[in-house]
């Protein structure tokens, strides 16, 4: 059996909060899942308020909740996270009728606010639709994606959907996400929108910064890609998945607050047997949920 990922990593968010109270909602905390497992974690805010957690049971996704007051809030949460993944010949992994999805999946053959798969079903069918049907045909999404998109920090905005990436060829990950995501149901294929940070991302695109990615479901199980091309797959901790960047928002803020400094980290460490695994690339199908 394959040993397991050992992988720490740490956030630091900051904020002046100029009227109070505010509300924050935040989503930063490592799902708990059968294939990743949350070893230690430590969480801490500079302001003495109660902290409350909810887990989504779909997604596993862990939302805190608090309320602060006027000054600086400064959020910190470190954990150690092993990741098992699931490991398939690619060959071997296929699509599901839509007749046959379980109904926990149904929601992500639908739009959504910023996949607009209706939109791009026409360009979708021509371009994909008489491939093969299974994880070579959403490979082939993804690397499509890759190829036509350019990767420009900055060139987009909280509302660029994937119709605007489509037209404009340019982007940052959550673009490259969402157009891949609206290009596979748009063919009936269900796709998610996923975050974690980006593990392996090249130094000059800037420091260390959350992720996200693209899950599809195939053979019965979320398998993983990475349209931007920027980042390791196998060294992506989950957090939280959705329908799109809507549901999945790392901060959500309600009130009069200024962002302030964001620092991030993440590398491997000793699994149980003492070794470093390091996260690597692979062209094997890979998956971190069963859910």
Known sequence: MQQPLALRYEVEL?????????DFIFNVQAARTPRQWVGWESLATTQFVPLQEFVDPPSAARFLRLQAY?????????????????????????EIRVADLPGTVLPFLYPSRYCESDKLNAFAMAQFGSLWQGHARVQAICDWVQRHVAFASGSSSGTTSAVDTFQERRGVCRDFAHLMIALCRAVNIPARFTTGLD???DP????TDFHAYVEAYLGGRWYMFDPSGTAIPMG???????RD???????SIFGDVVPGRRMLAIHAEAGPDGVVREPYRTTDAI???DI
């Open 70 to 94: 006027p000054g600086e809030l400064v959020l910190r949460y470190a954990a150690k996270v092993q990741l098992q993944h699931h490991r398939q010949h690619p060959a071997d992994v296929q």
């Open 199 to 201: 593990y392996g991302a």
């Open 14 to 22: 900051s904020y002046e909060v100029r009227n109070g109270p505010a």
């Open 245 to 251: 960047a809507a549901d999945t928002a790392y901060a």
């Open 204 to 207: 000059a695109l800037g420091p």
């Open 287 to 289: 998956s971190s949920s």
């Open 236 to 242: 992506f901790v989950r957090l939280a998945s959705g």
